[in-house]
């Protein structure tokens, strides 16, 4: 090959790479992800398994691919739960879509409080931080920072 061929296939593969960012690359307007429900699987002294309920409000006019996910979340102030998950899904666009983390946790020394908080049907507050992946290599990765109450009397504790 010579070099004005080999200049050429380099312009072409170039724009051919950019192209594919632009298409595979796409920014997402950031989902709200809401904590739906709050489950207590099992219990004991050294560990608390739970099924947490979460919804995820897709704000964008295209399907949001998730695919997977870091995440921590905190009832009262106390950490629940922190781990990752590969499970992958699509929110529709303009719509919502609800997904369950089984989660393990140490919470003997908060757990007492958060069940008078319940039985008191005072609201408990949480928040969830974390980092969503919403497709394959080159696509935006989306920072988690949502926060919100819950209605006590919708536990299943």
Known sequence: MNIRTLGTLAMLTSLFWLSGCAVFGYSYTKPEIRLANVEMLKSNLWEQ?????????????????IRGMHYQVYLSDARLATGVTNRTFDVPAYGSEYFELDVRSNLWRHLGDLVKLV???????????????????????????????????????
């Open 49 to 65: 398994s739970f099924r947490l309920r979460l919804r995820v409000d897709n704000p964008n006019d295209r399907n949001l691919p």
């Open 119 to 157: 039985e008191r049907q005072q609201p408990i507050d949480y928040r969830i931080e974390g980092h969503i992946r919403t497709g394959w290599f080159f696509s935006p990765k989306l920072t988690l920072r949502e926060q919100g109450t819950l209605d006590p009397s919708d536990l299943s504790f």
